[in-house]
């Protein structure tokens, strides 16, 4: 469970950075969104593995799972949510005024003229 | 209620406030926006001039939200170093933002509600006492810092949004990751709680918690621009509009400031595994961003570009100062970090009255038509330039002196002396150029130019007053923060105040 958690987790960070690395600005953006499923992953797993067991100390049940990373998740993905689709909404701009989505904006001869 | 109480909590909520109650008013009329925008800003400054007066004596004010007590509350923690910040912080903006009131608020609607949300995660990064909620304020005054870098519009500026956005996106992922690492050994977000377990680490973990401390350092470099992550700064600073810019001369300053917080508690003489974790890492990049930055002011093009490269050098100055470490050094820092952002700022706003009185050249460094008011234009000038080249008899060069002065008894002084005096001279060289290309090669203008108005350079006079202010207090100033530093070298206090009766 362990491996297959943390090859998740190194697989979806490793094709964020690839993405990220890209010049055009929907890969970069796909990238990012990797990069952060991966972390958020990170951060839910840092409470531990565990089945079937609330995040609550309960009588009733065996033992209980640290609440604490779920709520850091949480707060994660809702900034991360926010941020893709700005960063969405500002590729678009970029597109709207360079004629092209490449991150640096290069030109084509065309428009130059 | 009792209002000293809640004293720390202030500073972070009043922005908030202004930001949603300026979200309704979008509609109302402009005078009204910018009257509650000025007087949220305004009311900012006796906020912060309470604390520093609650916190002079040496105490840390603990404000537990929801009356949880640490560790497993959140908590605020205002001591001299956050209390000084927020100084620095509240004049920088009601300058920043009366230099928008000449008429760059109008380029968008939203300039003042972003305005007061960056402030709100400002203050919220100098005031909390909690790793995890160090990176919500980052994000705060990241997201408020895109809309404002891209505030105005325009081509230059959306193609350095959208690195700045980037690369920023990246360290937020970087943090997160560090973040987690750190809960995952230790159990804990509390930046006092977490000096404590990380102190009594047990060897299996100690690279695990090295690594994760060395990534939130790479972050917080990112944020301060330290080399080798400063590229993206000259661009995003120099193609965004000028208030925003001086009001992003205390942004790399929160990057130095989040090193000197969280390394100050968990890597000190006693933090196990982390003890002097820095150590072989923050003064050579600083010493590299400072070399770098000076490097970049000569090759500037323009005069924008080149108070952005000032920024870059003058962070790599802070950070020697911090990497230095010695409480002396630390002084020194603390003192020269309200004067850099001045003078930075002061910088950013005198370029751009440069550059609307020039028309076409802008800010260019190409010789130009006469400016108009060309005297009182260029004695500024001369006056910005003494201030960032570091010269006697202004605060740059008290800030520096005490830094040379600090590096005496390090063993990295030839390096330090050497780099910070070379650099000088280079940066004098460089403003001099600039100086003389924009009032002194100037040819008679065809037509009438637009002249500097009173209300454009007033703010600049406004910060050139506080560096005066810096140089004439510099007595009592720098006797305040060579306590501060005392109280950041001897750090049993902090986690006394904050850990309470859990211990």
Known sequence: MEALIALVIGVLTAGGVFLALRGQTFPVVLGLTLMSYAVNLFLFVMGRLAIGVPPIISDAAAGYTDPLPQALVLTAIVISFGMTAFVIVLALKARAEFGNDHVDGLEREADRR | ?503
Request: charged share 10%.
């Open chain 2, 1 to 503: 209620m009792n209002v000293p109480d809640h004293l720390p909590i202030l500073p972070v909520v009043l922005p908030l406030l202004a930001g949603i109650a300026l979200l309704a008013l979008r509609r109302a009329p402009l005078a009204m926006q910018r009257g509650a925008a000025v007087a949220a800003t305004l009311a900012l400054l006796p906020l912060a001039l309470a604390l520093v007066q609650a916190t002079a004596d040496g105490a840390h004010l603990v404000y537990k939200l929801g009356n949880w007590d640490a560790p497993y509350g959140i908590v605020l923690v205002a001591d001299r170093l956050a209390a000084w910040m927020l100084l620095t912080t509240a004049l920088l903006a009601l300058f920043a933002l009366l230099y928008a009131l000449t008429g760059i608020d109008r380029e968008g609607r939203h300039f003042h509600i972003l305005f007061q949300l960056q402030l709100f995660g400002l203050n919220g990064a100098f005031l909390t006492g909690d790793l995890f909620n160090l990176f919500v304020f980052f994000e705060i005054l990241l997201l408020a810092s895109y809309g404002l870098l891209l505030h105005g519009g325009g081509r230059q500026r959306v193609k350095a949004g959208l690195h700045y956005v980037v690369i920023n996106l990246v360290g937020s992922t970087l943090f997160l990751f560090a973040v987690g690492t750190l809960y995952g050994v230790t159990g804990t977000l509390n930046m006092a709680d977490l000096a404590v377990k990380l102190a009594a680490t047990p060897p299996e973990n100690a690279a695990l918690v090295q690594s994760a401390a060395l990534l939130l350092f790479g972050v917080f470099a990112l944020k301060a621009a330290l080399v080798p992550l400063t590229l993206w700064l000259p661009a995003a600073y120099s193609h965004t509009s000028a208030p925003v810019a001086a009001l992003f001369a205390i942004m790399t300053k929160v990057g130095a400031y989040s090193i000197l917080r969280v390394y100050s508690l968990v890597a000190g003489e006693a933090a196990g595994p982390l003890a002097h974790l820095l150590d072989a890492w923050l003064v050579p990049a600083a010493l590299a961003t400072l070399a770098l930055g000076m490097l970049g002011v000569v090759a500037s093009g323009s005069l924008r570009q080149q108070a952005a490269w000032l920024v870059v050098a003058s962070a790599g100055t802070l950070l020697i100062a911090f990497g230095l470490g010695s409480p002396a050094a630390l002084a020194a820092g603390l003192y020269y970090l309200p004067h850099s952002t001045f003078a930075a700022a002061a910088l950013f706003l005198l370029a751009d009255n440069i550059a609307r009185a020039r028309g076409e050249l802008a800010d260019r460094l190409e010789s130009g038509p006469a400016l108009p008011r060309a005297r009182l234009v260029g004695g500024l000038f001369f006056v910005v330039a003494i201030a960032l080249a570091g010269l006697p008899p202004l605060s740059g060069f008290l800030g520096k002196f005490m830094l040379l002065q600090a590096a005496l008894d390090s063993t990295r002084m030839p390096w330090v002396w050497s780099v910070v005096l070379v650099t000088g001279l280079v940066g004098v060289i460089a403003l001099a150029r600039s100086g003389s290309l924009l009032f002194y090669r100037t040819h008679t203008p065809h037509g009438e130019p637009a002249a500097p108005t009173n209300a454009a350079l007033a703010p600049v006079v406004g910060l050139l007053a506080l560096v005066a202010g810096l140089t004439v207090a510099a007595g009592p100033l720098s006797e305040f923060t060579a306590a501060t530093a005392a109280q950041l070298t001897a750090p049993q206090h902090y986690l006394d105040a904050v850990l309470g009766g859990a211990r």
